[in-house]
Structures are given as structure tokens and as C-alpha cells.
DNA sequence: CGTGTACTATTGAGTTCGCAAGCAAATGTA
DNA sequence: TACATTTGCTTGCGAACTCAATAGTACACG
């Protein structure tokens, strides 16, 4: 790996841990995701998203989360929540559910017909996530990584997505 | 391998290493993404794909690339850079140029006003990514998922995309 | 030389997502 | 009670991508 070709080279290559970091997170992350999205999209007709929302939503207490929280768990604006869940209702994945105690709440819950296509879908989406990470990685890197990737922002509130809804 | 086929409500969340890998991949991604975009789009009017674009000009010998070269470089389709390098050109800070060898090709230019343009905010823009990252994470850690990472396919291309796509 | 296949780049159409703005409900202050 | 602020959600609009289709070019093969 030689960054730098520069003939007048003010530009500084990247070469910092932090920014080398960033770059493969950048492409690791656009190269599994182009390939993961086609096999599912192809496959079950779900998106990474659909299939990350289902997912988080079957993980949940009562199978239902606050749209807010679901989310801070999958790393989008509320708006993009709305716009994701619209086509998840509308194919009968996922209901809506008021919220007694927080009138401006409104829960996201998964109906049978969306446990079911997560289910169908599941097997098939972590093979592939499977055979893409540990082709390359032994099941040690990979929890390193895991764990690595886990203390960087937005991996925070995941865990209590399910859990911490105090509103 | 069904993550979560718990009747009784124990809730069993994703656990295989290569699945807490890719969901950890998939959270940092979005949230570094869009803290990084935000601040990279309202100090200097850059895109992230801007920024890598230009970047990876920058490090490119004689500050040029194959548009496709670029694609690979950046995890983005064809498409996707001729309208990345749509704005770009737009704006100046990269042009067009020819390949005598290959008519095919269009070569994509890092112009001055480019490489200005990148300096200007190369600094801040980096400053920002190491903030993010080594807030949470050692420079040895960092180094550790930067290895791991560039292992991943997508990265493979990475060191190539500065050469030569003869092959 | 002509033909078929592969490859580079662009364009049209459609999708996804964020930002800004706006509404409704909850919360704080007096 | 009245009013300001914060929070959850939705919507208009625009930006950035992808896929499918298309045009021009390269190259192997007969």
C-alpha cells in the first residue's frame, strides 16, 4: 500500500490508525453492503434496512418499539423511520401501535406475517453475512473486530433499544 | 441459526461473532457517516464520496483516475461516480481528460481549484474522523480494526485502484 | 475484414434517506 | 391556568444512489 504518488505532494496520505480505520470502514462497509442488499432484495424482496428493522423488532420486548428508538438503533432520523416503515406496513410486516401512556408515541409492532418473512429471510441473510465475513476473518478477529466496532458511536444505544424506553 | 425463536420471551439476540460484526459494522458506519457528512457538508460544502473523491485524486499519480477505477475505489457503481463527478466538475475542482490509448476511458482530474479545495479541508475533516475514533479507541485498537477491515473484500481493491486496471 | 463479446461511460427512472418545517403532546415554570 | 420549551412523529423537498438500457470502443477469432 503506497498512498502517495504526489509529484508536489502537500496532500498528506492517509497513514494515521484513525483515518485507516475510517477508509476500511468506509469500504468494508460499501462493498458488503452492495452484495448483502442484492441477495436479500433478490431473495425476500427486503431491504438491509427492512430486514434490520424486522430484526430489531423481533429482538424487543413485546416484539414493538418506539419508533424513536428503533431509530437510534439502526442509525437513522425519525424521518427515515417513518419513510422505512411505510413500506413495511403497507406489506403487512409491521402494525402501529398507540401508546397509552405517551399519546405522541407510536410503537412499531411486528405482526405474524412479519415474524414469518424475518424467519424465512433470516437463515439465508446470516449465511451470507457468514460467508462474506468469515471467508476472509477467523471467528476471533471477527469478535475483535465486533468488539472493537461496538465501542464506536451509535453501537451505544443498541443494546437498550429494547429495553430503555422511558421516554 | 434463527437469531431469535424464543416462544417463552427469553430474548436471545444476535450472538455469532460474524452477525455482531456485521450489525456493529452496519451502526458505526451509519452514525460516523453522518456525524462526519454533516460537518463535512456545512464547513466546506463536501459530500463524503466529494471528499473521497478528491482524496483519492490526490494520491492518484498525476492526480487522475480512470472513472471506473474510481467506482471500484470508492464501493460506488459507474453511475454513481459519472454523477458525483457531475457536481464535482461542476464546481471545478475536477475535469475531464481523455486516454489516448483507450477512447473508452475518461479520465477524472483533480484540477487546482481541487486540490486547494481538498486542503482546505483535509485538516478539519481529519481532525473530525480522529475525534470520532480515538475518543473511543486506542491507536492500537484502531490499528487493529483498520487490519481486520482492509481484509474484507472491498479494501482488496483499494491498493490497486491508484495503478493500473490492465489486468 | 467482419463479427461477437467484453468493457467504459452516460442517461432515464425509481428508491432511499436526511434536513427543515410543522403539528401534537408532554413537561417545566410561575 | 397560562405560556415556553422539549420531544415524537410526519411531510415537502432535494440530494445521492442503484438498476436497466444505450452508445461507443477494444479485442479475439474466423
Redesign the pocket.
Known sequence: MTPQANPDGEVRPVARPAERAWTALLRAH?AAT?RL??SLQAEHGL????YEALSALARADGRRL??????RGL?????????????LERAGLVR?AS?E????????ELTEAGVARLEAASCGHVGSIRSLLEERLSEGELEEVADLLERLPGAAESGSAAGDTS?
Open positions: 460499501g452492495r442488499s442484492g431491504t438491509l434496512n427492512d418506539k419508533r424513536i428508538d428503533l431509530a442509525s437513522l432520523t425519525p424521518s427515515g423511520v417513518t419513510r422505512l416503515l411505510e413500506g402501529r401508546c401512556e405517551d399519546l405522541r408515541v407510536v410503537y412499531a421516554g
